[in-house]
């Protein structure tokens, strides 16, 4: 149990265009919600927290208009990259608690942005 | 948010125990000690987690030092997909929050 899926698992979109990323919890319900990105060679950045229904808490330095984040169900959050530049091109990780351990955070698999 | 140290990368071989150290000498009293394992391109894996006594689990063991300030995650026999990115996290209270740092990159040999 405990499974985080992400879609899409890739995408490659030109510079200035928008990109969707989709984080479903499959088989518990996730009353938060969490967003990170990951530079090659790097660790995790923690972009921003989403507690369902309500407006998600961005960490200091991530833009909130540019990176825009929708947690509308206990099972699905959504991120937007808006107008996307080549230097948002990126590994975008979701995370999500609620799970069978409300103290243990399930991840997805991740999705590759590559912005041309 | 209290600060974790871990040595950049260590080795081991295959079917030895694996004893991978992390400091976190501003630990508070409500900070939970949590390991997470990376491998390449995928999302990061639960390992174990543990407060004040040690832990077991089908993955690993989590050893704390009595003053807390650090922790040892024991892999008790290391197989080649054990090689990943260590990460050991001090989650603050009910936050849920997990702050990675730069962890420790284990190669196993065969």
């Known amino acids: 149990g405990a499974v985080v899926s992400q879609h899409p698992s890739w995408v490659i979109c030109k510079s200035g265009t928008s990109v969707k990323i989709e984080c479903r919890s499959l088989?518990?319900?996730?009353?938060?919600m969490f967003w990170y990105r990951q530079f090659p060679k790097q660790s995790l950045m923690l972009m921003a927290t989403?507690?369902?229904?309500?407006?998600?808490?961005?960490e200091q330095g991530v833009e909130k208009d540019k990176f825009l984040i929708n947690h509308a169900s206990l099972t699905l959050s959504t991120l937007t990259v808006t107008s996307a530049h080549p230097e948002d091109s990126s590994f975008y990780i979701c995370?999500?608690?609620?799970?069978?351990?409300?103290?243990?955070?399930?991840f997805g698999p991740g999705t590759r942005l590559t912005v041309l | 948010d209290a600060k974790t140290t871990q040595p950049n990368s260590m080795e081991s071989n295959e079917e030895e125990p694996v004893h991978l150290p992390c400091n976190h000498s501003?630990?508070?009293?409500?900070?939970?000690i949590h390991w997470y394992r990376q491998l390449p391109s995928q999302g990061p894996e639960y390992v174990i987690h543990?407060?004040?006594s040690n832990v077991n689990n089908r993955m690993a063991s989590l050893a704390i030092a009595e003053d807390r300030k650090s922790s040892t995650l024991i892999l008790h026999r290391a197989t080649l997909r054990d090689a990943a990115v260590y990460y050991c996290?001090?989650?603050?209270?009910?936050?849920?929050?997990?702050?990675f740092g730069q962890g420790t990159t284990l190669q196993v040999k065969p």
């Open positions: 995370s999500a608690r609620g799970g069978p351990s409300t103290d243990t955070q399930y």
């Open positions: 088989d518990f319900q996730a009353t938060t």
């Open positions: 989403s507690n369902e229904g309500s407006k998600a808490t961005y």
């Open positions: 501003t630990i508070s009293g409500t900070d939970y």
């Open positions: 543990g407060l004040t």
């Open positions: 996290i001090l989650r603050a209270g009910n936050t849920g929050k997990l702050i």
